[in-house]
């Protein structure tokens, strides 16, 4: 195997679980230093020993990318002990769901706080290392950047935020010898289902996602690398978040069409189940 990473810094948030864990073992196991950050001390010294077994290094460093004062020492202190930073990824992220009706200020604060400005912190603050090595930074974004998604608007407003981030950056970049790669995964197995409107883990909550669509994390992870590597400025993965991807950008019309065919079902199927129990209940 080739180990395009070999002696490389990699810091990674949200590298606790899904794709941050997944990025952190593969990097590892092409030879690369990896800082992992998150909220769960305990998943991180999990996953630091995942990528030593993998053949890599590995450092737990917590970091909440809400909390600009964390985000700080995490970038320092990675750079105090490992000496250089090469890559940063800013793949923290959670979902808050439900109808914009629904949501109130507090749950588009904590989503936009962490997607967006906990993402556009990590890049402020890992930048002034990356520009010493001409290194790069990746943003982890969505298929919901390219696509909107009904029930998802807080999530899908925060990955168009960080798209226009990742893009604007891209262009303040120019000459640097720093990149920054937007990545747009369609499904992949994470945890991101279990992970409920406050960014709390809930093991007991249903992946609803569909199976057959789904990427393993560690596939995602290398196509993830190959594009950071060749410092691609944006990449959207899996065949299907491709298509999806495409409709949105190119078809706007076709996916309305497509998606509102979808809630027009869901509402069916919502109302014959209220229907059933109201029944049941006489
Ligand atoms: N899986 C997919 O299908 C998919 C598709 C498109 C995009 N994405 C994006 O991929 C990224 C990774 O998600 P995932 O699917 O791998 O989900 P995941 O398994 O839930 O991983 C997300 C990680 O982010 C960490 N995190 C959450 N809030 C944080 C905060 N404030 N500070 C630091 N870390 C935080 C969590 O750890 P702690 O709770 O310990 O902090 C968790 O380990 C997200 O940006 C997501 O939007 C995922």
């Keep these: 195997m080739t180990k395009h990473w070999q002696d490389q810094v990699a810091w990674i948030t ?3 679980s899904g794709i941050g864990r997944a990025l952190a073992i593969e990097l590892g196991r092409q030879g690369a230093i990896v800082a992992v ?3 769960r001390q305990q998943r991180l010294e999990e996953v630091a020993r995942e990528v030593e077994a993998a053949g890599g290094r590995a450092l737990a460093v917590p970091c909440d990318v809400t909390e600009e004062s964390d985000v700080v020492i995490a970038s320092s202190s990675i750079v105090r002990e490992l000496g250089r930073l ?3 990824i ?3 992220g ?3 769901a439900g109808a914009v009706r629904d949501l109130s200020a507090e749950d588009w604060r904590r989503q936009l706080d962490t997607n967006v400005i906990g993402a556009a912190m990590t890049a402020r603050h890992a930048l002034p290392h990356l520009e010493r090595t001409q290194g790069r930074i990746a943003l982890v974004g969505s298929v919901s950047a390219l696509l909107p998604t009904p029930r998802m608007a807080a999530y899908t407003a925060s990955k168009y935020a960080l798209r226009a981030i990742g893009q604007t950056l891209s262009i303040e970049l120019d000459g640097t010898g720093v990149s920054c790669t937007l990545v747009h995964p369609g499904f992949v197995e994470s945890e991101i289902a279990q992970v409920d409107n406050q960014g709390r883990h809930d093991p007991a909550r249903v992946d609803k996602r569909p199976k057959n669509l789904m990427w393993p994390a560690d596939r995602a992870a290398r196509e993830m690398l190959r594009a950071i590597r060749a410092r691609k400025r944006e990449h ?3 065949g299907h978040g491709k298509l999806g ?11 309305h069409f497509v998606m509102t065919r979808g809630a027009a079902k869901r509402q069916a199927a919502a109302v014959t189940k209220n229907a059933s129990s109201s029944s049941n209940d006489r």
Excluded at 245 to 255: E, K, R, T
């Design 14 to 16: 949200g590298a606790g």
């Design 37 to 39: 950050s998150g909220r």
């Design 86 to 88: 090469d890559l940063a």
């Design 90 to 92: 800013a793949n923290a």
């Design 94 to 96: 959670f979902s808050v």
């Design 236 to 238: 959207v993965f899996t």
């Design 245 to 255: 991807a495409a409709l949105g950008q190119h078809a706007p019309g076709i996916a």
